[in-house]
């Protein structure tokens, strides 16, 4: 009796779980296309599975010149300026020269002096052209080297405790054709901006193709926490509105079809949002094009003529099976029970199971008394 039991507690429990999670096909929860169809919305799905789960923060800044990485070309001696190498954001290596100064001193010719490149880098800037007066105090050029660069976020002051050396960040530069950086914090700011109310969070970011520069735009993903088994989706894939989250979940039996799902999210992260409730493990979601489903209405096919064409024999508008007492849309009862077809055979199939495994508990029990 107590095997009957639990085995019956367990059935109740899949049953309510199955239940609870999923959508059942109706007509209008239901877009069916055809191939066509798929290809010009350009449909992509992926697996809902259980994976790493990272919480995180957003922040925004900008791209800084790198400590160290930024010099200027002088002169040792005053003069005047006989020929300017350098040109505005052109490449320039360490020891080439820059400028060639002519000497105040007395000679025929007088001396000259080159002044060259301290280190190597992109001329940001230039301040002296040719016959221009020099002096050991003035600037001439300056060089900037971009191979690393400096990716400084201005994080809330609320967050900022929540930081610490070495945590991990995406940094999406929008001018680097939206390119993800992946970057080490290396140092807070010392002083709070109080007008503002962030703190500076400066990241160590590799830049050997100089795609970044001084001045960009920045958004940061810093990373705080890592859960692990969380069922989770691609952000792209949830819609609705805060009070009304739903997902497109790919049909597993009907060609080109997408379910409406509602589900129940708990934190986001930049690239996934967490699903309490509403998928089942292996559920394919629809991650690029699933707004452009909620404008194709109804799709090429109604619900019914998907059905057909899928399982080889007529069903009823609404999609249930025509059976012997309900044909073709007649209802036999004032009530629809096209909903509870699949929930009862789950129920059917779970009691069958029950009843084997009482069956072989009594048959087994005799045998053991006996021995």
Known sequence: MKTALTAFGFALLLTASLGAAGASRTPANTVILDATGVKNLRLQTAV?????????IFALGRIDVYPGRRAAVSSRIAG???????KHDHFIKEGDVAVVVESRQFGDPPPRVEATAPISGLVSATFIVPGEPVSPDKILAEIIDLSEV???ARVPEHLAGRLQRGQQARI?????????FTAELEHLGTVADAEHGVVEAAFHVANPDFR???????EFAIVLDKRTNVVRVPRSALQGDPAHRFVYVKDFDLPNTFIKTPVVIGQMNDRYVEI?????????????????LAFAGGGSMSLKEALD????HEHNPDGSEITAGKERGTAVHD???SQEGPLWKIISAVLFVTLVIVAFRRKSTPARAEN
């Open 48 to 56: 809902a599975e259980p994976g790493d789960f990272e919480e995180t």
């Open 80 to 86: 005047r300026a006989l020929a300017v190498h350098v």
């Open 150 to 152: 400096y990716a400084l």
């Open 172 to 180: 999406t530069v929008a001018a680097a054709s939206g390119e993800i």
């Open 212 to 218: 970044l520069r001084p001045g960009m735009r920045a």
């Open 276 to 292: 309490i409730s509403g998928l089942l493990p292996a559920d394919e979601v629809v991650t690029q094009g699933a707004y452009s």
């Open 309 to 312: 064409a899928a399982h080889g």
């Open 335 to 337: 009530h629809d029970h």
